[in-house]
C-alpha cells in the first residue's frame, strides 16, 4: 500500500523562500498547500482545507504568523518554524517558544525529513 501523502501549509512572505519550500516539500512526496504571505490569506487556507502539518515563518511582513499558530495548535496540527530569529526572540511568543526552529536559510532535506517524522 502506498504511503499516504500529506498536506503541508507554508506560510512563508518571502517568494522566492516560498518557492524553494514548496519545491522541496513536493520532491519530498507532500502536498503543499499555499504558500500564503499573511495571515488572513493562512487561516482561510486552514479553514478551507485542514493541512497535516504547516511551515510557518514569524515575521509576515507587518504581521506576525502567532494568529495562524493558535489557530493550528486549537486544531491539534503540528508546525515547524522556517525563520532567522533565535531563541531568545522566539521565547516571547509561547506559541514559538517551544517550536521547532529550522531556521532560514532552512536546510530542505531537513525540513523535509522533519515534516516526514510528525
Known amino acids: 500500500m502506498a504511503e499516504r501523502v500529506r498536506s503541508v501549509l507554508v506560510v ?3 517568494f522566492f523562500i516560498a518557492v524553494q519550500l514548496q519545491d522541496a516539500l513536493v520532491a519530498g512526496g507532500f502536498r503543499v498547500l499555499g504558500p500564503v504571505a499573511t495571515v488572513s490569506a493562512a487561516l482561510a487556507l486552514i479553514n478551507s482545507e485542514q493541512p497535516d502539518a504547516a511551515v510557518l ?3 509576515l511582513g507587518h504581521e506576525s504568523a502567532a494568529p495562524v499558530a493558535l489557530h493550528l495548535k486549537t486544531l491539534g496540527v503540528p508546525y515547524v518554524l522556517a525563520t532567522g530569529y533565535d531563541k531568545a526572540q ?3 511568543t509561547y506559541l514559538f517558544a517551544d ?4 531556521g532560514k536559510p532552512t536546510d530542505l532535506q531537513r525540513l523535509v525529513d522533519t515534516i516526514r517524522s510528525l
Open 12 to 14: 512563508e512572505d518571502e
Open 57 to 59: 515563518d514569524v515575521n
Open 90 to 92: 522566539l521565547a516571547s
Open 99 to 102: 517550536a521547532l526552529n529550522l
